[in-house]
């Protein structure tokens, strides 16, 4: 599955299938001192009524609420997602050492452990302790080279499972990889570490 953002902000932008459908909305507010909330919504499949037919939904759009991350520079981020509501150190455990700092490992609805590595260009999720790809970010190509291609999250057969939570969690790491990643830039003796 391909998931192709309408810009280069995971945290606030569309992320449509290759045909143009909106699937899921990430807004977020404008830096503050407080944390960054990033609101992400879903669509949902039509409900017809007795005298409707999938034509009469063709071009309506309907999303609910799935999501919120409270994304803070400073104290701890916080991931609202379903019947939790967590600082983001309880939502992810600490993994392996990476470029930006040590993976984020989560528990997947099906009870194994998934981790992001938080490498040099792009989030990779895979299967915790093993190398089974489950989704990697494609960053935006202008075409000079290879091919123009906008930004893609593709997510593999075996995540599609949990779309939703790959997305969510996806959307965090981005931005705290980014983050790093500009920290590192102004200062590159300090390195991408941390925690």
């Not at 001192?33 to 759009?61: C, Y």
């Not at 123009?148 to 790959?166: C, Q, T």
Request: charged share 25%.
């Amino acid at each position: 599955m391909i998931l192709q953002l309408s810009t280069t902000t995971p945290w606030n932008t569309n992320y449509c299938t290759e045909e143009g459908q909106i699937i899921y909305k990430v807004t977020s507010g404008a830096p503050s001192i407080g944390p960054r909330l990033m609101k992400i919504s879903r669509i949902v499949a039509p409900e017809l009524g007795s005298s409707e037919t999938l034509d009469d939904w063709a071009f309506r759009d309907v999303f609910k609420p799935l999501a919120e991350v409270a994304y803070n520079a400073i104290l701890s981020s916080r991931i609202k997602y379903g019947e939790k509501d967590e600082s983001v150190s309880k939502f992810f455990r600490q993994g392996d050492w990476g470029f930006y700092g040590r993976s984020k490992v989560f528990t997947g609805p099906d009870g194994k452990e998934y981790a992001w590595s938080l490498t040099a260009r792009v989030p990779k999720l895979h299967v915790n302790g093993t190398n089974t790809p489950i989704a990697i970010f494609h960053r935006h190509r202008m075409g000079i080279i290879d091919d123009a291609r906008p930004a893609s999250l593709e997510i593999f057969a075996a995540g599609e499972h949990m779309v939703d939570l790959i997305l969510v969690t996806f959307v965090y790491i981005e931005k705290l990889r980014r983050a790093r990643e500009r920290a590192a830039a102004r200062n590159p003796w300090a390195g991408g570490g941390g925690l």
